[in-house]
């Protein structure tokens, strides 16, 4: 290929798109956009125009259409605005989700930050049901390997690397090697902490260790309300439901709304038979985050055991249309507050199969007890590759 035919950077190959920069790099994470690096100097990268030609042809018009007619990603313009996922309910409501993206990514595609970033908001995308599994954690993992790349003291990526092969890929004794890698640097985030603790030590069973990470995490952001959450799951795993009780209770003092300690407290006093109480928060838990599947799931389980399955199926099918995945996380939900127990597992067999992480947020807690107790835990165990004892 000539030279005439090469752009060599990444303001030009956007520019040949027509697009911002940050668009273009995203277009090379999610849908595979040919950019080349040089291997000998760190963060080159350069593209051939013929070769971008040929991979706008076989993208699906429905792709090329809806991005044309949106404005180009603007650097200036609010994250959460400019980077939707893509997932058919958008239209409905957009899901509020913490932003984790960096405009710097647009400005200097060379800082690490900003591509660390990009693999939590994956990887939270994925966790609260809104992009595929198959589609957002090799996409976390690439944005978190190339912040490493451009500077290997990065905990934080290394610790959303090890999330990714631990959830996805099933590999405890990497993980595990990789959080140390995480742990080791001078300073530790909370981030890292709560990563470390919700989605590691929490699967092997090592509650009072993750309370300990996450007590960590909250002494330097004592508003993190993600690990407060957290905790009040671990006490309850541990059997300690009074003191999880009180946690939960105190994340709902500083913010009423918080969907996750509404559905889990929800979840809980489901399964200790306060309905009242339970169908209270299912409907609050349903209007702050009416597109994840465990708010779906809470919602329909609550309303056919307190006698309106009609109105249950159409939410779960008014789901199951509109989103099309997720599905097997939003009937297990609503079998665990049901106290279905049997017919929860066979749910999150499915849930596992679709290597869908949130099937950890079904096992969060007392539910997670009440899973681990069944005939069917030794295989659902081996299936997710968990040592003996988890």
């Known amino acids: 290929m000539s030279t005439d035919d090469r752009l060599d950077s990444w303001k030009e190959i956007a520019g040949y798109l027509k697009r911002g920069v940050w668009t273009a790099q995203r277009w090379e994470i999610v849908a595979g956009l040919p950019v080349r690096r040089v291997a000998t100097e760190r963060g080159v990268v350069y593209a051939f125009r013929s070769e971008i030609d040929r991979w706008w042809r076989r993208q699906p018009p429905e792709r090329t259409h809806q991005e044309a007619a949106g404005n180009p990603l603007d650097v200036s313009a609010p994250i959460s605005e400019t980077l939707s996922p893509p997932s058919p309910l958008a239209p409905r409501s957009r899901m509020p989700v913490r932003t984790f993206l960096s405009q710097g990514i647009g400005v200097d595609p060379d800082l690490p930050r900003p591509h660390t970033n990009l693999a939590v908001y994956f990887f939270t995308l994925v966790a609260m049901g809104l992009i595929r599994p198959d589609e957002g954690m090799p996409a976390a993992r690439a944005s978190a390997q190339r912040a490493i790349d451009l500077d290997p003291s990065t905990a934080d990526a290394h610790a959303l690397v090890a999330t990714v092969v631990g959830l996805y890929e099933c590999d405890w004794r990497e993980a595990e090697r990789l959080f140390a890698i995480a742990l080791t640097r001078q300073s530790v985030s909370p981030t890292v902490r709560f990563h470390y603790a919700t989605w590691f030590l929490s699967p ?4 009072a260790d993750a309370i300990t990470q996450l007590r960590l995490g909250l ?7 993600l690990a407060r959450v957290q905790i009040a799951m671990e006490l309850y795993s541990l059997g300690r439901s009074g003191e999880g009780l009180a946690e939960l209770e105190q994340v709902l003092i500083i913010d009423s709304h918080f969907g996750p300690a509404l559905g889990f407290l929800g979840r809980e006093h489901a399964l200790r038979r306060r309905f009242d109480e339970a169908m209270s928060l299912a ?15 809470f919602l329909a389980g609550m309303l056919r055991r307190t006698g309106n399955p009609s109105r249950s199926r159409e939410i779960l099918d008014t789901f199951e249309r509109e989103c099309g995945w997720g599905v097997s996380r939003a009937n297990a939900e609503s079998h665990i507050v049901c ?3 049997d017919a929860a597992v066979e749910r999150i067999k499915t849930t596992v199969a679709e290597r869908d992480p949130g099937v950890w947020l079904l096992l969060a807690g007392s539910a997670g007890t009440l899973i681990r107790s069944t005939r069917d835990w030794p295989a659902l165990r081996k299936r997710l590759k968990l040592p003996d004892g988890a």
């Open 204 to 207: 092997l069973r090592r509650h």
């Open 219 to 225: 002494i330097e952001d004592p508003l993190y309300l």
């Open 283 to 297: 409907e609050r838990t349903f209007a702050v985050i009416p597109q994840h599947p465990n708010a779906v799931g």
């Open 339 to 341: 106290g279905e127990v």
